[in-house]
């Protein structure tokens, strides 16, 4: 076939493929929409992979060069060998050391002699700045000549441009679950102590300790029995002081709670009084004056049942702020007391007219020297008037000869009379005469 005529037909099947892709155009746009689809989700899903943070966990350990992450490290030995918590507050902050843990450090570093040969290998944490820290170390206990090899773990944050040990990570921490950890960190934790790198480092610490043990019988004992044992009586006795000092504090809080009622109570009281005495300086602010007319008890209430606090005679005046039922109320040496009003005469406040008890008039009536319904006769002529006094208006006269009825005889010197259909006063001088 010649050259032209394969262009020919080149050219026809290209035509041909243009018709069709632009009769069903709008298919082959939908099937290149979906294959950009699954490029994006491809590429996305492959970049999402590799950006995974914790990916650092899987390479293998490198030992430590940083001097920053050294001295770290070093310094929390030192400072948990001589029991001093207040510099290990500083190294794991802004993380929280607990009560109990620092009980237990204290506890535990009367033990340690000093920490040696410290070994540090670190895989990238989760985020930048942050490491897991597999440490060897060899521990030597006070008065036990071989050291014993150990493995521990941290896990290192930087916060504000300072390095720290985050203490939620610690051993002390996991075993005891007292401060809440962040899942992802706690899974990156996870994956790390399951690397083969790291089982590797456990394995030949494990041969290091048997040996270590093999070879002192001093240290085993004490590994095996010594300290176990302190530490069951350690965790023993900081229990009985968590649960005292519980007892201790719901003590001082019931205290503090009975102390508020009481205080509270007081207050009441105070105001009470408060008000009461404002009640009664207004009442002694109306008082008027009363006079004792017969010997009669004082008394704490207006009842003539209750406590008597002493007795009055004839004569006394007291001064009245109230009254309460059959009694008056007065002050009596500065408290208040209480007093029948038959043994009181009164004068209201404004008003300069004694108030005549019943006690009184018995008195007055005892007091007379005519008796009640004697017939007198009049000598001389004799005004009859409306009150004792001579000066009142004259209610009739009676002349000599004439009969008066006595009705009653006062001891201020007055009789009254019925004369007539009418009654008044006269001088009872003027009767008996």
Known sequence: MSLNKV????KEAAGKCGDFIFRYKRYFLAGCIFICMILVLFLGTKSAVTDTSGEGVYKEFKE?????????????????????????KKLVEPSPLSDQEISYIQFY??????????????????????????????????????????????????????LYINNKYGSFNQNNNIYEMDTKVSDLISVFIRQQDLLDIQAEVTNEYNAAIKSDEALKVFMTDTLKAAIVQWNTDYNAQVAAAAEEAAA??????????????????????????????????KSYEG???S??????????????????????????????????????????????????TVKSAGDNTETETATEKEEAKSAGSLEK???ITIQSTTNIRSKMDKSASKVAVAYAGETVEVVMSYAEGWTKVKYKDKEGFIRTDLLTN
């Not at 019931?254 to 009664?280: D, N, P, R």
């Not at 007795?311 to 408290?335: P, V, W």
């Open 7 to 10: 262009i020919e037909k080149v």
């Open 64 to 88: 430590n060069k940083d001097t920053k992450i050294n001295k770290l490290i070093e310094d929390y030995y030192t400072a948990y060998a001589n029991g001093d918590t207040d510099k290990i």
């Open 109 to 162: 570093s009367q033990y340690i002699d000093n920490f040696s040969d410290i070994q540090i290998y670190t895989k990238e944490g989760l985020d930048k700045g942050s490491y897991l820290a597999s440490v060897r170390v060899n521990l030597k206990y006070k008065d036990i000549d071989t050291p014993a090899p150990g493995q521990d773990f941290f896990y290192l944050e930087t916060a504000d441009g300072k």
């Open 252 to 285: 001082a809080a019931e205290k503090e709670a009975e102390e508020a009622a009481k205080a509270e109570e007081e207050a009441k009281a105070k105001e009470e009084e408060e008000t009461k005495a404002a009640e009664t300086d207004e009442a002694k602010s």
């Open 291 to 293: 006079k004792v007319i």
């Open 295 to 344: 010997r009669a008890n004082v008394r704490s209430a207006s009842d003539k049942d209750c406590d008597k606090l002493s007795s009055l005679d004839s004569g006394n005046a007291i001064t009245i702020y109230g009254e309460e039922s059959d009694f008056y109320k007065f002050d009596y040496n500065g408290t208040t007391a209480y007093i029948t009003k038959d043994a009181v």
């Open 373 to 375: 319904g004697k017939k």
